[in-house]
């Protein structure tokens, strides 16, 4: 069965700080996607990547990076040089081939708090 | 730009009664879908529709949930007979064609059942 494991509850970082959230995913597909949401106080999910699973490559993009590995089942984003905009949950969520990849499962999130 | 828009963003219900809520997805989307968000917790899947089809519905959504979608554009997602534990975030999101695109969230009806 799928799953989405995000251990951190909450964390607290002051600004320009880097931080690391941790996604740790179960699947018995091959073939899936991940994705990591951002949910700000407003309450609006907001997209910020989806990766394959043929893809291991990491991603940068801006003050965001994401390293997915296959041999631990994580898929974790950092944020480097934190800003108080950030402060949000974050979600990670995986669908499966055998769904269609249609339906996204979710973690329980992490909140974020930076302070200035 | 015109995202995905739900109303209404708040409801409050007396436990028994019935509720409606609308959803408009992307224009050009024709993929919808409905979550329910608890507090401290993830989205969890409710169902989905491709144009007009309701293809999954998963076993969250019991007898007293209704979804339809009927001209392949909005979406009504209706609760019967509420009960204090149908108190949630209910959102609905789109993507487009292809078969592992994006979901687009509207931002959510929040319902509170007294």
């Known amino acids: 069965a799928q799953k989405v494991t995000q251990a951190q509850t909450e964390i607290s970082v002051v600004e320009k700080e880097d931080v690391t959230l941790d996604c740790v995913y179960e699947?018995?597909?091959?073939?899936?996607?991940l994705f990591w949401y951002k949910q700000p106080p407003s309450g609006e999910l907001v997209f910020l990547i989806r990766?394959?699973?043929?893809?291991?490559q990491n991603e940068i993009s801006g003050r965001y990076s994401w390293n997915f590995q296959k041999s631990t089942s994580s898929f974790n984003f950092t944020i480097t040089a934190s800003q108080v905009v950030d402060s949000a949950v974050y979600f990670c969520?995986?669908?499966?081939?055998?769904?269609?990849?249609?339906?996204?499962?979710f973690g329980t999130g992490t909140r974020l708090l930076v302070s200035p | 730009d015109t995202g995905v828009s739900q109303d209404p963003r708040h409801k409050i219900t007396k436990r028994g009664q019935n509720v409606t809520f609308r959803c408009d997805p992307i224009?050009?989307?024709?993929?919808l879908y409905w979550y329910r968000q608890t507090l401290g917790q993830g989205p969890e899947f409710l169902t989905y529709?491709?144009?007009?089809?309701?293809?999954?519905k998963s076993r969250l959504l019991s007898d007293r949930f209704s979804a339809e979608r009927p001209k392949g554009s909005f979406s009504t997602l209706e609760i019967q007979r509420t009960e204090q534990g149908d108190s949630a975030m209910y959102l609905c999101?789109?993507?487009?064609?292809?078969?592992?695109?994006?979901?687009?969230f509207g931002p959510g009806t929040r319902l509170t059942v007294l």
């Open positions: 224009s050009e989307h024709n993929r």
């Open positions: 999101a789109s993507s487009g064609r292809g078969s592992y695109n994006e979901q687009f």
């Open positions: 990766r394959n699973s043929f893809d291991e």
């Open positions: 969520a995986l669908s499966e081939v055998n769904t269609g990849f249609q339906k996204l499962v």
């Open positions: 699947t018995r597909d091959t073939t899936y996607y």
């Open positions: 529709f491709q144009n007009e089809a309701q293809l999954e």
